[in-house]
């Protein structure tokens, strides 16, 4: 089933599931995708789904609306991966059908808190020399873990430094480049490809659309950083 994933400023608000022929898109609550902001427009733009057909719209709306960076001027067709920017929001456009394990955690308007460092076991993984890492936390609390999972940065600038996901969701990437997220569910940790023309790895091995059970020691490959995913009890 095709989906749009919502999100501002690189961070994910919402996934939105294309399962009926007509979404609106607006600032007004009445609209099937809102978006409360004054840069858009009560009744800004409309979705249409022609069976697995996509289709966009803007509704003579004030600040009009992009797609992949230009300019809507009549009813546009999407294409799998589109980006349509709507005031400061960026609805991804995705047709490919997901596993069941591809939903998103809900997260709402999330900070961007550096890795924080810890300190280091006593093995630590050998390295490439460093060079400058890419990777950009964003994450929202949850209060239950009977164990936490934990990535540690493996080369690059950031070698050696970890972070525990103790959190709903993890986003890691660059936005308009490479992102993926890391969910936290009752199974365990997921990986989750976002955007991008690449999927992130793992044990050197493409996790292509569906969410990948990461295990203890699997090696995660983003934007050339690796980071190895453990349990911390």
């Known amino acids: 089933m095709a989906k749009i994933v919502l999100s501002l ?3 994910l608000v919402k996934e939105i599931k294309l399962n009926r022929e007509i ?13 409360d902001n004054l840069a858009i427009s009560g009744e800004h733009a409309i979705l249409t789904m022609r069976g697995s057909e996509a289709f966009i719209e803007d509704l003579n709306s004030t600040n009009g609306t992009k797609v992949n960076n230009q300019d809507v001027q009549q009813k546009q067709h999407l294409k799998d ?3 349509i920017l709507i005031g400061k929001h960026i609805l991804h456009f995705f047709s490919e059908k997901p596993s069941e394990n591809t939903d998103f955690e809900k997260t709402m308007m999330l900070g961007r808190p550096p890795i924080a460092s810890a300190p280091k076991p006593a093995a630590t993984p050998s390295t490439p020399h460093p060079t400058k890492s890419s990777i950009e936390p964003q994450t929202e609390v949850i209060h239950t873990a009977p164990s936490l999972g934990v990535i540690r940065v493996i ?3 950031n070698t050696g430094k970890e972070l525990v996901l103790n959190k709903n969701l993890t986003t890691l990437g660059k936005t308009g480049v490479q ?5 936290r569910r009752p199974q365990g940790y997921f990986l989750t490809h976002v955007e991008g023309d690449h999927y992130p790895s793992v044990n050197q ?3 292509g659309i569906k969410a990948y059970q990461l295990q203890e020691e699997d090696t995660i490959e983003l934007l050339g950083t690796k980071m190895m995913f453990f ?3």
């Open 9 to 11: 400023d690189g961070t």
């Open 23 to 35: 979404f609106t898109i607006g600032r007004r609550p009445n609209n099937d995708i809102q978006i």
């Open 81 to 83: 991966g589109d980006e």
């Open 155 to 157: 080369s690059g600038g």
């Open 179 to 183: 992102v993926a997220v890391i969910t």
């Open 205 to 207: 091995k493409e996790i």
């Open 231 to 233: 349990y911390r009890t």
